[in-house]
């Protein structure tokens, strides 16, 4: 599979130990110079300052920038200014598992050019979504997994289709599977896959040919498939300074529920997307 | 070696049954489909190891995994989850004590490598 992790991707492939990796990350972390630090050094905080958003951030789950822009600590220029100064200064991951003698450097370049074309964002996806679109970073994380992974374990080559917006209410095709995602931003992420699709996913998620799959287990692997998706959503999304949870998937058959209802001060963004097998729709739905 | 499965996905525990089936040393003693019952399991069945799924209905993996370090500090936990890829969620696993974080749908050579080496 795919992490977006560095660090996961060389424990996975045995290239360190958990131990190392550990002791790469509190070096790295050393090496890291705090925001409150920074802002410090530029007179845009004082020591005070800095322990109010500390001790405010025990009562409200927010990145440090993010919570001193709510209190008005920080203007978002100066957040702007600070994360860039931080993101200069920081020190990447494979340069503290070399530094600690862990990899070579060669064997470093080798293994990031590998994780890095994993993680290129698939072209097509960047064209579909506007780039003041305000669910941008959101819809760009969800569209890029979601092709990635259906390739990758569900053995479906897709096309994303362009953007649509719908209310009142979606056709259920067979197998709709939801997420939902609380945070710094909020919405639901939903896959709706017709009948044969779905099948084809779950008998491809784990590769267990042997195993036969009734209507309850293609349900569990469709619930298991968005869920997936989800995590490395919300892990990249984190890479983007978007803190989110994600509530354990739903999936919801046509035969329990053909349409699924869209509440009024909501709005779904969907995109039709094409597969070799058939059509289905994955998108979300926000507030409006 | 005895196995704990704590997985609310039939088909995640399936597949694991079946990988693990096929490494002669493993004997899986239990499967749990929350967190609840992988604690209330852990103390019942003492395995020499838990294979954790982390979102989970009801008490989360994350959370299970915390109460089995606090009861037993020498458990050996491998994290197999969907949420595995996020840096911070990995890091605060492995310092709780997990063994290594896996990625789902994981590949059946990962979690062998790491039974193996849980086996050395």
Redesign the interface.
């Known amino acids: ?5 560095f ?2 991707y060389l ?2 492939n ?1 290239l360190i130990t ?1 131990d190392e ?2 002791e790469a ?1 509190r070096f790295q972390n050393t090496k890291l110079k705090r925001l409150g630090e920074i802002a410090c050094q530029k007179g845009y905080l004082d020591n005070k300052k800095v322990e109010d958003i500390n001790s405010a951030q025990r009562d409200e789950d927010m990145l440090f920038g993010l919570l001193a822009v709510k209190m008005g600590y920080l203007n978002e220029k100066q957040l702007d200014e600070l994360l860039t100064i931080q993101r200069n200064n920081h020190i990447y991951l494979g340069e503290a598992v070399v530094h600690k003698g862990f990899m070579s450097k060669e064997a470093l370049e080798r293994e990031l050019e590998r994780f890095h074309k994993e993680q290129e964002v698939v072209k097509s996806v960047q064209d579909i979504v506007p780039d003041d679109n305000p669910e941008h970073d959101e819809l760009i994380a969800i569209l890029d997994i979601t092709v990635k992974i259906l390739r990758r ?1 569900g053995n479906v080559l897709s096309k994303i289709g362009n953007l649509e917006t719908q209310t009142k209410q979606l056709n259920n095709s067979f197998a709709f599977a939801s997420v939902k995602f609380i945070g710094d931003s909020g919405f639901e992420y939903f896959l709706n896959f017709p009948q044969n699709i779905a099948f084809n996913i ?1 008998r491809s ?4 040919p ?2 036969e799959f009734d209507l ?2 293609v349900f ?2 469709i ?2 498939f968005a ?6 959503v ?3 999304l ?1 890479e983007y300074g978007k803190k989110l949870e ?1 509530s ?2 739903l999936c919801i058959w046509n035969e329990e529920k053909q349409i699924i209802e869209i509440p009024e001060n909501k709005i779904a963004l969907i995109f039709p997307s094409v597969t070799p097998e058939g059509d289905f729709i994955v998108g979300i739905i926000k507030d409006r | 070696m005895k196995v704990l499965i704590v997985d ?5 525990v ?2 694991l049954k ?1 990988v693990l089936s096929r490494i002669e040393e493993v004997e899986i003693v239990g499967i749990a489909n929350d967190g609840e019952a992988g604690y209330r399991l852990y103390r019942e069945l003492e395995p020499d190891l838990v294979i954790m799924d ?4 009801g008490v989360s993996g994350s959370e299970c995994t915390k109460q089995i370090f606090e009861h037993d500090p020498s458990a050996k936990i491998i994290v197999v ?11 605060e696993e ?2 709780k004590g997990a ?9 059946e050579k ?1 979690i062998r ?1 790491a039974i193996e ?1 849980i086996m050395k």
């Open positions: 599979m795919r992490p977006k992790f660090g996961q424990l996975e045995c958990k990796l550990l990350l374990a779950s998620l784990y590769n267990i042997e195993m309850e287990t569990d692997a619930s298991e869920n997936i998706i989800a995590g490395n919300k892990a990249q984190l994600i354990p998937p | 609310d996905s039939r088909l995640a399936f597949s079946e982390m979102v989970m209905p989850s969907g949420v595995g890829g996020a840096q911070d969620k990995i890091y492995l310092e063994i290594t974080v896996i990625s789902k749908p994981f590949e990962v490598n080496q």
